[in-house]
């Protein structure tokens, strides 16, 4: 799924996407991290959907989370890596960080997935009607789940 067959202007995002993933690709723990393009969809996503609720499935050290905390969003993430979950606190900012549950929480506008910590049924099942899931990378289980 592109951000052109979702009908978002991403070209706009394109700048402070590459220097965001810069920027944690400096940190430890950034093998994994969102590609620039994932990051400019995301905030195009953001732009155009303005969720208050979202999960994140794989929150990894807080690349997508930094972006979803600083649009305003309750996160509720699912990291099931020690060091990630404690990377992601590390590098948010403090004022972000009360936006931070970990869990799944409750229904949710928009639903990003990172990982394979939650099956799709599952997901499905806290998505608000009308609410949207993103899924960064190629994710073919997830994919097929949907």
Not at 98 to 122: F, M, T
Request: aromatic share 8%; glycine share 12%.
């Amino acid at each position: 799924m592109t951000g052109r067959f979702l009908g978002l202007g991403i070209r706009k995002y394109q700048r402070s996407a590459v220097e965001h993933h810069a920027a944690f690709m400096a940190l430890a723990g950034s093998e994994q991290i969102a590609s620039p393009f994932a990051i400019a969809v995301l905030r195009a996503t953001l732009e155009r959907l303005k969720p208050t609720r979202v999960l994140e499935i794989g929150s990894g050290i807080g690349t997508m989370t930094y972006i979803l905390t600083s649009f305003g969003c309750e996160v509720h993430e699912v990291e099931d890596n020690v060091f990630c979950r404690a990377a992601l606190r590390q590098n948010l900012p403090g004022e972000w960080a009360v936006r931070l549950s970990p869990g799944l929480g409750y229904l949710h506008h928009l639903i990003v997935v990172d990982g394979d910590q939650i099956r799709p049924n599952v997901a499905l099942g806290i998505l608000c009607r009308g609410g949207w899931i993103l899924v960064e990378g190629n994710r073919r289980t997830w994919r097929a789940g949907l």
